[in-house]
């Protein structure tokens, strides 16, 4: 079972990818759509620093094109990590990097940031954003879930600490020591998706100021 671990982590590293993480689908979590397979492999590209300072209070149009271009390279990458497992005769599915299939909860098939703290990759922040020890929440994840047998790894013991750096600046107040208001925040993204060449549901400012090492 290690040696399928090793096996996945240097095929993602040929794809540059150094952020992975395995784990069991947790008992609570139905993906919808789509058959629940006990494992999941969660892995993440940090997005680029120099990208996000140029999100001020609101995403710029070159983050908004950074964002899909990370996106679109998970899904290629999981397309590939997909075959990979099917031609050991295993079963796996990839779960789009962004994807919104409920749109009144705002969810798509699986939370990958469930997964990606299942998988030991970091705590879910009071941004509600996934916040990695080295890389903080600069991180796009997507996940695949497959019954592909493996030992799953252990998540971490990080949490906010005393940190309220998201809390100040998020531009919709959306965010308090208690978490964040989804809706509030949504209201603020649909705001910024009518800005002239976003047109998309982004925001970076809680992204941004996120650096992990709290
Ligand atoms: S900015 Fe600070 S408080 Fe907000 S999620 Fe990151 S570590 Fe937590
Ligand atoms: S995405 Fe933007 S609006 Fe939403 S919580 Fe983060 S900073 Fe606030």
Not at 63 to 87: G, M, P, S
Not at 144 to 152: A, G, K, M, Q, S
Not at 164 to 188: L, S
């Amino acid at each position: 079972m290690a040696e399928i671990k090793k096996e996945v982590k240097q095929f993602l590293h040929t794809y540059h990818v150094r952020i992975i993480g395995f784990c069991s689908v947790p008992n609570n979590v139905t993906p919808l759509e789509i058959e629940k397979l006990p494992r999941a492999i969660v892995f993440g590209i940090p997005l680029s620093k120099s990208v996000l300072e140029t999100v001020t209070d609101r995403p710029s149009l070159i983050y908004k094109h950074h964002y899909k271009t990370v996106n679109w390279i998970l899904d290629q990458t999981a397309f590939h990590l997909v075959r990979f497992i099917e031609e050991k005769g295993e079963k796996a599915i990839a779960i789009p990097a962004s994807q919104t299939i409920d749109w009144q909860n705002q969810r798509g098939h699986i939370s990958h940031k469930t997964l990606a703290q299942t998988a030991g990759l970091g705590h879910i922040g009071r941004s509600g954003l996934l916040v990695h020890p080295t890389y903080g929440a600069r991180v796009r994840y997507v996940s695949i879930l497959t019954d592909l047998r493996f030992e799953p790894d252990v998540p971490v013991k990080t949490d906010c600490g005393t940190c309220t750096k998201c809390i100040n600046v998020c531009p919709a107040h959306a965010i308090t020591e208690q978490g964040v208001d989804v809706h509030r925040c949504y209201e603020k993204l649909r705001e910024f998706s009518r800005i002239r060449g976003i047109g998309q549901y982004i925001c970076g400012v809680c992204v941004k100021v996120c650096n992990g090492r709290n």
